[in-house]
């Protein structure tokens, strides 16, 4: 039987953001520093939204947990890319809690923004997914309107025991200019005088720009990532507004095998927080035929 060779061509740029790989970095030096010593490290939420991260650092001894309660006192925590809120780093000071930052750089400004807006006097309004570990840290540095969708812009009510001095937006991290385009149209419509101050990574933005660009040339793009990862779902919606069908899957082994029925070109990409070993595998297992 012939195996069918398909052509592969590789998205760039793919896989870890630097936020991500200083998270895992300063992780992995918390596990070497701290190990012997406290003997279980502490992780607030998934330090990064891939399952293959996060269990390489639980065999190390690393606990992750939902809540800064699940930590004993007097242990080391280490706080997720994602950021926390303040109450959340007060409560951490009062179980007398060693505490490893590995907050993205890039987060951690849209935290300071909305501390800086708050205290000038602002109405702010957060263009990002509700529920996210991310926008629930920003959420926690002041009063702010979340808004997730066109439909959130006609429901808010700007001005009730909010800033008076003007009415600024800022963004999650993880959202893409495409994302917010409709949202931040329909803000400006309603508040002409709106301040717009981004907050988009800019790593988020150049994969999607990488993928719908790949998307061009091929007949099928493939996502490496989790189903809980933000930007991993962001990159399979920008390949399909190309036309081109497209699929996320966690690593070789969830490729459908069907998907690749008349297919000669195929689109590989990966989200910021996927390993990169297990896209080298993806491409290895395709360009080694079908």
Request: hydrophobic share 40%; with cysteine.
């Amino acid at each position: 039987m012939v195996r069918k060779v398909l052509k592969v061509l590789i998205a760039e740029p793919h896989g870890f953001c630097v936020g991500v790989k200083r998270a895992v970095d300063i992780l992995s030096k918390a596990v070497d520093e701290f190990g012997n010593e406290f003997g279980m490290i502490y992780c607030l939420h998934e330090l990064v939204h891939n399952p293959f991260v996060v269990d390489d650092f639980r065999r190390k001894g690393v606990v992750f947990v939902e809540s800064i309660e699940e930590v004993p006192d007097k242990s080391v925590v280490v706080f997720s890319a994602h950021g926390v809120s303040p109450k959340v780093r007060k409560r951490a000071e009062e179980k007398n809690l060693k505490v490893v930052d590995a907050t993205c750089p890039l987060v951690e400004l849209v935290h300071k923004k909305v501390r800086d807006y708050h205290a000038r006097g602002f109405s702010i309004i957060y263009v990002g997914k509700k529920g996210h570990v991310e926008v629930e840290g920003v959420l926690g540095e002041s009063p702010l309107f979340v808004v997730s969708s066109v439909e959130d812009v006609d429901g808010l009510q700007v001005g009730d025991g909010f800033g008076s001095k003007g009415v600024v937006c800022l963004t999650q991290t993880t959202l893409s200019v495409d994302d917010t385009a409709e949202i931040i149209q329909k803000l400006k419509q309603r508040f002409p005088d709106i301040v717009l101050d981004g907050g988009i990574c800019n790593a988020t933005q150049e994969r999607q720009d990488a993928v719908k660009k790949l998307a061009k040339k091929c007949d099928l793009i493939l996502v490496l990532g989790a189903k809980n990862s933000s930007n991993s779902n962001r990159l399979v919606e920008a390949a399909k507004s190309q036309g081109v069908d497209a699929h996320l899957i966690l690593d070789k082994s969830k490729l459908d095998r069907d998907w690749l029925k008349d297919v000669d070109i195929v689109g590989i990409t990966s989200g910021a927080s996927c390993p990169e070993f297990l896209f080298d595998e993806l491409v290895e297992d395709l360009e080694s035929g079908l």
